[in-house]
Nanobody, 124 residues
Framework: QVQLVESGGGSVQAGGSLRLSCAAS????????MGWLRQAPGKERELLAT??????????YYADSVKGRFTISRDNAKNTVYLQMNSLNPEDTAVYYC???????????????WGQGTQVTVSS
């Protein structure tokens, strides 16, 4: 059974940091594009960051809303993807999801696998 399990969410004050982890099991994800998305109440699911192997190194994509504050990384040996989140602000409050897509791109509508989500709450 394929599973993506997120951890590391919680409550933090504005300006603080959190590190999310996504442990994958049930198959190898080395050839997948992995990423993080979030969904705030009343809003659409937003793609934040993705990472994939392009044959010679890792390629990372970041949404403008998190560029310079969030960093995505992966450890294929551990089948785990991370999201380091710095300089958090109340607008970052949402449920954060890990996802995986076969191929070179990950979008909210084409993920093959999803995690259950982890809540991140940032207070002012």
């Amino acid at each position: 059974q394929v599973q993506l399990v997120e951890s590391g969410g919680g409550s933090v004050q504005a300006g603080g940091s959190l590190r999310l982890s996504c442990a994958a099991s049930g198959r190898t994800f080395s050839g997948f594009t992995m990423g993080w998305l979030r969904q705030a109440p009343g809003k659409e699911r937003e793609l934040l960051a993705t990472i994939r192997w392009n044959g010679s190194n890792y390629y990372a994509y970041y949404a403008d809303s998190v560029k310079g504050r969030f960093t995505i990384s992966r450890d294929n040996a551990k089948n785990t993807v991370y999201l380091q989140m710095n300089s958090l602000n109340p607008e970052d409050t949402a449920v954060y999801y890990c996802a995986a897509a076969a191929g070179v791109s990950l979008r909210p509508y084409n993920a093959n696998y999803w995690g259950q989500g982890t809540q991140v709450t940032v207070s002012s």
